[in-house]
């Protein structure tokens, strides 16, 4: 018997159920549009606006798993994964780092130094814009739980928007998205 996209989103709200994600984001839209991804798929979320009120939330409430910016005012994501490590209480928590700047100037040394502080345990990491089922699958991952299957009809939109991409690509760049795809 084939399971609906309903009964598989029902099973896996089932096991994210009382499990809390913390998402500390500086622009609001963003924070929302993690928020709401997050409680679609069943999770408690807290947020924070930069990493001085995300440590006073990791204070009132320890969450299962951390989503975190890198560039934000007031304190940077690295900055408080930093204090986060030197707690001995908290510095389990996983983070999946969620960022616009991981490849630029911007954020590509912080994302370096949390990759070289982390490297005992996974650093997940995702570039902005997320794709939901991406970064709930991302998030469940950080929490050892199984992924949720990919939505059909999504994937057969992305399917049809790269063979559309595809016939106006020159030789290199299909070259290139070969090379990822493998």
């Known amino acids: 018997m084939k399971m609906s996209r309903k009964m598989r989103l029902e099973g896996a709200m089932d096991d994210s159920r ?13 924070r929302f549009y993690l928020k709401t991804i997050l409680e679609n798929a069943g999770f408690d979320v807290m947020v924070a606006g930069n990493g001085k009120q995300a440590l006073d939330r990791v204070k009132d409430r320890k969450p299962d798993v951390i989503s975190l910016d890198l560039v934000m005012p007031r304190m940077s994501g690295l900055k408080f994964y930093q204090y986060l490590q030197k707690n001995p209480e908290k510095a389990d928590i996983p983070c999946v780092i969620v960022t616009a700047h991981g490849k630029d100037d911007f954020g590509s040394k912080d994302l370096a130094k949390l990759q070289a502080e982390g490297a ?10 997320v794709k939901p089922s991406v970064y709930v699958n991302t998030i469940r991952e950080a929490m050892g739980l199984s992924a949720v299957a990919d939505d059909p ?19 290199e760049r299909l070259k290139q998205a070969l090379r990822v795809l493998v």
Do not use: C, F
């Not at 994600?21 to 839209?29: A, I, K, N, R």
């Not at 005992?120 to 814009?129: A, I």
């Open 153 to 171: 009809e999504e994937r057969e939109s992305l399917i049809m928007q790269l063979q559309d991409k595809m016939k106006n690509a020159d030789t």
């Open 18 to 30: 009382g499990r809390t994600v913390l998402v500390v984001d500086d622009e609001p839209d963003i």
């Open 120 to 129: 005992d345990r996974p650093l997940y990491y995702l570039e902005k814009p």
